[in-house]
């Protein structure tokens, strides 16, 4: 049985949880609704995340393979004297947008696959396939930005779940039914009371009427 809230038993106290227990029960139904439509949003970008997840590592996978065939074909140094000229990708930006009032990120940024002349190594140093590894490394990158931005909106969207789950537990559990036991309580005492008051006049008025009697 929950603990009873310290409140005196009075009428009036009596009044004010009862409206606080009605209070209680809408906030838990909206924190439940919430609950619910969190875990919702939650598997859907979860399934958005397996498969980019997949698309990023079988981008990966050629990615590497085109790699090794571009260094027997140019040659260890060569390539890497090829990456050092090779100009910066331009920088991304992060903002922030809400699901359900919790704060993701959203990641904005122009695509990362450019054009070879937009590289920064000069063609005469260079060959098709450095410019597929180049482009395929490119298009890696951008599933990589994508994933970051789903991953992170899905452990806050995790952590918001988890919260609103506590608070959910906390009102169904706890709270109202702590509230509940204590109407129960003062309903009782009230009931106590005013049998001993209905007593006492009973004495009361048989007294009087004794003595009124005599």
Known sequence: MPNILNVK?????L???RKRIQLAKKGHKLLKDKQDALIMEFFTIYDEALSLRRELNSKM?????VLRMTEIDTGMLKLKEISLSVRANKEVEIRRRNIMGVPVP???AE???RKPDERGYAFVSSSPRVDLAAEKFEEV???AVRLAEVEETLKRLANEIEKTKRRVNAL???????MEETVKFIKQRLDEMERENFFRLKRVKAIIEARAGT
């Open 106 to 108: 959203l990641i904005e």
């Open 111 to 113: 695509s990362f696959k």
């Open 172 to 178: 169904e559990y706890i709270i109202i039914p702590r």
């Open 141 to 143: 990158l951008e599933l």
């Open 61 to 65: 996978a050629e990615a590497f393979d």
């Open 9 to 13: 038993p009075t009428r009036m106290e």
């Open 15 to 17: 009044l004010k949880l």
